[in-house]
């Protein structure tokens, strides 16, 4: 294994010997660590890197999820780099990456401030985009773009309930493992996210809009558990589905999660987290994701009207 596993990094390390000064380099990102949005999240800044220094950007361990991603699979500077058999060992992998990288040339380096040539292994999740870049934004966009079959459906569905004068309001409903994680502090029930709903509806039907909530969850959904709001889901979506589709809505809520932020950030939609059941919403500290920890305020009157598609504000139906 050991060969195969240095004739492949060779094939995407070879410096160039013939001038010193564009020596060949590259940052490999070894982090398995969190779902989807978590990996996604952490390659921004890379991807920054990679469009700011043309230096290529190789992912070891991104197969679960790269087969979503089209784009990626054909990008050449920032791509995945495919050596594992299935049911390698993540540490046994590391141990002869590590002896491999001994040579001098090749550096272990968990922040991407002190990469500076040759070959780097980074931990992705540890950096975060700083500032804000449009122009690494739309690369993401390109590059995380779902399948074709993917925005086909969901865009095909929400059509279906998009209507002059409505505003979509996509709610992530976290479920499964956030029972347990930080000992259900973000778990909220069916009721609460109901009640969560019915604030943001208040609001925006004071304002003659009328609202339709797109529900994604990563359980089964209850419908019969919203009744008084105007709440659909993706029949037998999967996470792919799920995530597009919020990336799409006009607002979207839900507990803190990178799920929800990746989805502000990718479809630029103006995001607001839960961090306690008896939160009071509102809509005008709703905010599009720059950052994990970051968000630009949006202007929500003239957010909604425009998203409405109405030239003019609406008038309160009687």
């Not at 979503?68 to 590391?94: A, I, K, W």
């Not at 540890?126 to 449009?134: A, G, S």
Request: aromatic share 12%; charged share 25%.
């Amino acid at each position: 294994m050991k060969a195969r596993l240095l004739k492949k990094i060779k094939t995407v390390s070879l410096l160039n010997e013939n001038n010193r000064h564009q020596s060949y380099v590259m940052i490999i990102v070894v982090d398995t660590e969190g779902q989807l949005c978590n990996r996604l999240w952490g390659f921004l800044p890379l991807l920054q890197h990679h469009r700011l220094t043309g230096e290529r950007v190789v992912v070891l361990f991104f197969e679960a999820y790269s087969a979503h991603f089209p784009n990626y699979t054909d990008s050449q500077g920032f791509r995945r780099l495919r050596l594992l058999p299935e049911g390698v060992v993540y540490v046994q992998v590391m141990k002869i990456i590590k002896r491999l990288f001994k040579n001098g040339r090749f550096t272990y380096k968990n922040t991407l401030e002190q990469h500076k040539r040759g070959c780097s292994l980074v931990i992705a999740w540890d950096h975060r985009l700083e500032p804000h870049d449009e122009h690494t934004r739309q690369l993401a966009v390109r590059l995380f773009r779902p399948s074709d079959a993917v925005v086909k459906r969901v865009e095909g569905l929400l059509e279906g309930y998009r209507s002059k004068g409505s505003i979509l309001l996509g709610v992530h409903l976290r479920k499964r493992d956030y029972r347990y994680f930080h000992d259900g502090r973000f778990y909220y029930s069916d009721a609460e996210y109901l009640t969560f709903i019915r604030q943001i509806s208040q609001q925006v039907e004071s304002m003659g809009y009328t609202l339709r909530c797109l529900l994604c969850s990563d359980e089964p959904i209850d419908l019969s558990a919203f009744q008084g709001v105007k709440a659909f889901s993706i029949p037998q979506s999967e996470s792919m589905e799920d995530l597009y589709g919020l990336s799409c809505c006009d607002l979207i809520v839900g507990p803190p999660s990178t799920f929800s932020q990746w989805a502000s950030y990718y479809g630029q939609v103006p995001l607001k987290l839960v961090w306690d059941k008896t939160a009071s919403l509102e809509v005008a500290e709703f905010g599009i994701c720059t950052n994990l920890d970051q968000t630009k305020p949006v202007e929500m009157t003239n957010w909604l009207r425009e998203r409405s598609q109405l030239g003019d504000a609406p008038q309160v139906e009687s």
